[in-house]
């Protein structure tokens, strides 16, 4: 999707950091709108349906965990990117978060470059359902139909369970998946594969592309990020 066409739904009660939002997003030529508090974050994510929606977690009412939580439970946004921000100091746990339905997890302070990065990958979400069979992060190549992984322009042969485990992460960025929904997707609940299974291939995996690709939340899952 074009930046120019991206709806990008920020909420925070510091105008200090909306401005600082607004500004690096706007500057990708995203269209920007902005919210100060949960309750009014939801009625304009409603009125405007953004693609993505990034939530401060400590806001006056409803708070960022509640308004994810919220979001998740209206049909119209039960699918939209959402990003959790958190000050470093916060209670707020990247498993909290997560559980309440964010698709993200972004530490105050917040680099520009990275944010811009963030955005992109929670946008690059959808490429599955869409029907791609190719997909490039950072210098990581996977093309499903050929069955071709490249990792910093060197091929890389994979077995078939790896390279499954591989597409099915690297097809959706900044997703984190489960291990029990890792384990119905790849093993088809195979009675025989325990997380053991699964931690054995991701550290396979690591070995062959790299350690910087694949990142574990502790407690929940794999994501691939870059």
Request: hydrophobic share 40%; net charge neutral.
């Amino acid at each position: 999707m074009d930046a120019s066409e991206t709806k990008i739904l920020i909420v925070d009660d510091e105008p200090d950091i909306l401005n600082f939002l607004r500004y690096n997003l706007e500057k990708e030529n995203y269209w920007v709108y902005a919210a100060t508090n949960g309750n009014d974050a939801l009625k304009m994510a409603l009125k405007i349906n953004p693609h993505v929606v990034i939530l401060d977690v400590m806001m006056p009412g409803l708070n960022g965990i509640e308004t994810c939580r919220a979001m998740r439970n209206l049909p119209s946004l039960r699918n939209t990117p959402i990003a959790i921000l958190t000050a470093m100091n916060e209670a707020q746990s990247e498993a909290t978060c997560l559980e309440a339905g964010a698709n993200d997890y972004i530490t105050k302070p917040i680099r520009p470059k990275l944010l811009v990065s963030r955005i992109q990958t929670l946008l690059s979400n959808d490429d599955l359902e869409n029907g791609r069979s190719s997909f490039k992060v950072g210098t990581l190549e996977v093309d499903r139909e050929r069955y071709i992984v490249i990792s910093d322009k060197k091929k890389i042969d994979l077995p078939r369970k790896e390279f499954e485990l591989l597409s099915l992460l690297v097809a959706k960025p900044g997703k984190v998946y489960r291990r029990e929904e890792i384990k119905a997707l790849i093993w088809k609940n195979d009675s025989q594969s325990d997380d053991r299974t699964i931690d054995v291939h991701i550290y396979k995996l690591r070995e062959k592309i790299g350690e910087r690709y694949i990142k574990t939340v502790k407690g929940i899952g794999y994501k691939l990020d870059y």
